[in-house]
């Protein structure tokens, strides 16, 4: 089955600077990669999603890359705020039938 | 309405008790998943209902039964539940499961179990 992987696993960064979380999937058939957000005590909400044939997509601050070849998909925060802090979980399915998560990734927005 | 709900928000129950959890979405939505969450961890899919049929079943120990009495509902059966049980359930929909996917899932707050 699929397996995700994600790195880092927990994520310090200043205020106003850039935040990279990267993915790999292992199941090639997987077309659809979403990213969640779970703050502490919260449901995860989806920040921003991407299927397997588009190559990047952006939302305000917010972006994901995929390399399908590789095999692997990355969260991009731009210009990171305090309430960006959270923990970030990828995820991959086919078909949206069996979403594997991430690990997940602990962010903390210095201030 | 684009919200999931879930009852209880928090479950507190013996080895031996029988209790449900319950989900309710009024999205239209026809597909309806169950996750288990613990501490830290990501959510595990455990079931998935596409058009109120039972789609996937992750190996799920029967002591979790789930239902889904028609599109709006889910409910999770508890019979018989271990201490390594406790967890947050979380319950999720989303438009459709048939290629391509579209529209995101969203997932309800959770029930938070305790099994002692």
């Known amino acids: 089955g699929e397996n995700v992987e994600q790195h880092p696993s927990t994520l310090s960064v200043q205020e106003g600077d850039s935040a990279v979380i990267k993915c790999t999937y292992s199941d090639s058939a997987s077309n659809y990669f979403p990213w969640y957000k779970q703050e502490l005590g919260k449901r995860p909400q989806l920040i921003i999603d991407?299927?397997?044939?588009?190559g990047e997509k952006k939302d305000q601050r917010i972006a994901v890359t995929l390399n399908k070849t590789a095999k692997h998909f990355s969260l991009h925060i731009t210009e990171t705020q305090p309430e960006d802090s959270a923990v970030y979980f990828c995820a991959a399915s086919i078909f949206r039938q069996n979403f594997v998560f991430g690990p997940g990734t602990r962010l903390s927005v210095l201030p | 309405d684009t919200e999931v709900t879930q009852t209880p928000k928090h479950l507190v129950m013996g080895m031996t008790n029988k209790k449900s959890l319950k989900c309710e979405q009024h999205m239209g939505h026809r597909a309806m998943y169950w996750y288990k969450q613990k501490a830290k961890k990501p959510p595990e899919l455990m079931f998935v209902?596409?058009?109120?049929?039972?789609?996937i079943n992750e190996s799920v120990p029967s002591r979790f039964s789930p239902e889904c009495p028609n599109s709006s509902l889910l409910n999770l059966h508890l019979h018989a539940l271990q201490p390594e049980d406790s967890a947050l359930y979380l319950c999720?929909?989303?438009?459709?499961?048939?290629?391509?996917?579209?529209?995101?899932?969203?997932f309800g707050p959770g029930t938070r179990l305790t099994v002692t």
């Open positions: 991407i299927r397997s044939n588009v």
């Open positions: 999720a929909s989303s438009q459709r499961l048939e290629a391509p996917p579209e529209g995101e899932q969203y």
């Open positions: 209902y596409s058009y109120e049929k039972l789609s």
